[in-house]
């Protein structure tokens, strides 16, 4: 699977807004864009995923550059609960050795009230 | 409708001896693997479970080993276990069809602390 690249941590404010860079420079044409988020004491949880175009649901929006080399997590307004560790996957669904998840180290988002 | 589940939450155990940590998939997911993740680190894939065999494989010593049941819950167990195995261990559950293909639901852990 292709490497992703993250800041290691962020901060934001409550009820602002977040962008969460990805870098994925080499990433293949069949490679999914998946983020996950982890609260503290808690498993991950899946939040998002796209292919090219921007994807919106209940919890975030994301956005993929055009050349899909690098992508961005959109959290429209965040709340102290949105404060966990963010990670951006690669994922081909034509994997044929499985569907693992390779983790990276993720970014670690604090929200301040 | 239930989610993931693992037990026990927490447990202890001295060098050299086999733990069992268990997991059962949410409801209509087929496919069961297993993550090991240190303090500070991002979770390590184990292995995965699909039909009852182990489908894919990380880079883990063969004292790691797993099963799956008919109902597609699954266990992992660890021999002679060493300092460096205390980790939280995380099961996720998936399905290879339907729309819920390639997600994975994760739970809560088990923590397992080694003397």
């Known amino acids: 699977d292709a490497k992703t690249t993250q800041p290691n941590s962020m901060e934001s404010n409550e009820e602002e807004p977040v962008h969460l860079p990805c870098n994925h420079s080499?990433?293949?044409?069949?490679?999914?864009i998946h983020w996950y988020r982890q609260l503290p004491s808690q498993g991950p949880e899946y939040v998002i995923h796209g292919l090219t175009s921007n994807v919106n649901n209940r919890m975030a929006s994301l956005a993929i550059a055009e050349d899909r080399k690098s992508s961005t997590l959109i959290l429209h307004r965040a709340t102290l609960r949105d404060a966990a560790v963010y990670y951006c996957i690669l994922r081909d669904p034509l994997n044929q050795a499985g569907t693992a998840l390779i983790f990276g180290k993720g970014t670690t988002l604090s929200v301040s009230s | 409708d239930a989610g993931v589940t693992q037990s026990p939450t927490h447990l202890i155990k001295t060098r050299g001896q086999q733990v069992t940590l268990r997991c059962s998939p949410k409801s209509g997911h087929d496919t069961v693997s297993w993550y090991q993740q240190a303090l500070g680190q991002g979770p390590q894939f184990i292995f995965q479970?699909?039909?009852?065999?182990?489908?894919q494989r990380g880079n883990f010593p063969d004292r790691f080993s797993g099963h799956q049941f008919p109902n597609y819950s699954s266990e992992l167990n660890v021999n002679a276990l060493l300092l460096g195995d205390s980790a939280l261990y995380l099961c996720a559950s998936s399905s290879k069809t339907g729309r819920f293909t390639d997600t994975q639901y994760f739970g809560p852990g088990t923590r397992l602390t080694v003397l």
């Open positions: 080499t990433i293949s044409g069949t490679d999914y």
């Open positions: 479970y699909y039909e009852e065999e182990e489908r």
